[in-house]
């Protein structure tokens, strides 16, 4: 694979690793489960760990894999079930933890983590003959900066439920619900959203907006305005265990909602905003200058909101321009400039990229895709992106047979210089219940567009 000449920069990180070990193991797993034969490890210049496990029948393809948030421990596979197939395929795996002296929105060192860890496989096993980066969740915003930056260095990438509309936008729209949720059921926190001191202050103010949310449950009046937020929001109204709703239950699809916010919701997402504010230096998201009715407008759920309004009774317009009127909340401007520096995706490709989501994931919305494929529509890239969609509740929630195809497909174009047909739900599903593993549901689908982005 043809190298670029900054390579030689990675190569000197590379140089700088402070330990490398390399253990062989001499057979297989009982029960069929492949184990690597040779299990490698090292440390890097800034302290990151990488992992790395290749098979005694390397086929020469090596998965740079991108964990997600919520861990700074080096990972190189989605799961074990995927680890155990991806290894009986042939293929070698190899990952990061990223700065584990850093925020777990590791975004400041994550990319170049993975390139060094990259260089440093390199340099212990040798040239691979290819190499494809793998991404889940947070990891999926790495891997389509690593897709952007990668020429020379990566050949194509596969995103699993990644991340893929960046920081900035996420901030915006988690902030746009949140303040939502305060402003109508819980006034005293409208002004305690952002630039949160503590893990403790978080978890408090999670707990605070979800108690809320939960007697606000028990009226007709609260189950409109949780609509309201859980639109700003982009979240799913299908939730685990439960039948899809109807396109007009609007009903159904609030209480579908509402069962992800108690379930815990807030308290992943409030804190995890602590961790983007610590890495970017201050408070990343505003709202001063929202106009909530045209954001509301712009929404898919648009509808359900206003019916549910009509039927509580309540005046939507009147809460629309409260929202407005109370929306005072500013940026630091410095913090943006760094969390859009560190942690935006989109500019364009240098490779290949497959995304791959789940249709009803309530941490990372499948309308990012939306966000995601407009910016490289933009950047003149969209014929090196492709989109599939696996018609399932959960974030990353796939089968081991979705994320093989999945792998299979990107390498088909990989191998062809074309996407064909690989990539449509029908070949994606054949070709995913074809390995006779755990099943699949690839769906046509179109993501709608997403609330909250602000430019």
């Not at 691979?128 to 790495?142: F, H, N």
């Not at 090196?384 to 047979?401: E, K």
Request: charged share 20%.
């Amino acid at each position: 694979m043809p190298r670029l000449p900054s390579r030689a920069l990675v190569a000197g990180c590379a140089a700088l690793l402070l330990s490398l070990t390399a253990t062989a193991t001499a057979a297989h797993a009982a029960a069929g489960t492949p184990r690597s034969d040779a299990q490698l490890s090292g440390t890097l210049a800034d302290g990151a760990v990488w992992t790395a496990d290749v098979p005694a029948d390397w086929n020469g393809t090596v998965l740079l894999f991108s964990h997600g948030f919520g861990s700074l421990a080096p990972a190189d596979a989605p799961s074990d079930a995927a680890k155990a197939e991806l290894l009986a395929e042939g293929d070698a795996l190899v990952g990061s933890s990223y700065d584990p002296h850093g925020s777990l929105w590791a975004l400041d060192s994550a990319e170049r983590d993975q390139f060094a860890t990259l260089d440093a496989f390199r340099t212990r096993i040798g040239e691979p003959r290819r190499v494809i980066s793998v991404g889940q969740s947070m990891g999926g915003l790495i891997n389509a900066q690593l897709a952007r930056d990668g020429a020379g260095r990566i050949d194509g990438a596969l995103n699993l439920c990644g991340l893929v509309s960046g920081g900035v936008d996420l901030d915006n729209y988690q902030l746009d619900a949140e303040y939502t949720l305060a402003a109508l059921f819980d006034p005293a926190d409208v002004d305690r959203l952002v630039d949160l001191s503590s893990a403790d202050e978080a978890n408090a103010l999670a707990g605070r907006l979800t108690a809320a949310v939960t007697a606000a449950q028990q009226t007709a009046s609260g189950r409109a305005r949780i609509a309201l937020a859980a639109a700003y929001l982009n979240l799913a109204d299908w939730a685990p265990g439960e039948s899809a709703p109807g396109a007009t239950d609007y009903a159904g699809q609030e209480e579908q909602q509402y069962e992800w916010i108690a379930q815990g919701l807030l308290y992943f997402l409030v804190p995890a905003r602590l961790s983007v504010e610590q890495s970017a230096g201050g408070n990343t998201s505003w709202n001063k200058g929202v106009d909530y009715a045209a954001l509301l407008h712009g929404s898919a759920h648009a509808p359900q909101v206003a019916a549910l309004y009509r039927a509580a009774g309540l005046d939507l317009h009147a809460d629309l321009a409260a929202l407005t009127r109370g929306a005072h909340t500013a940026a630091d401007p410095a913090a943006v400039k760094n969390l859009e520096r560190t942690s935006t995706a989109g500019q364009g490709l240098a490779v290949p990229l497959l995304d791959v989501h789940t249709t009803a994931d309530q941490l990372v919305p499948v309308e990012q895709e939306a966000a995601f494929a407009e910016r490289l529509r933009k950047a003149g890239d969209s014929n090196l992106l492709r989109q599939a969609y696996v018609a399932r509740q959960g974030h990353c929630n796939f089968t081991t047979a979705e994320t093989v195809a999945s792998l299979h497909a990107l390498e088909q174009r990989l191998d062809t210089g074309r996407w064909g047909s690989a990539t449509t739900p029908e070949r994606l599903q054949r070709s995913a219940t074809g390995l006779d593993l755990d099943g699949a549901a690839f769906v046509r689908y179109r993501p709608d567009a997403l609330s909250g982005v602000r430019r």
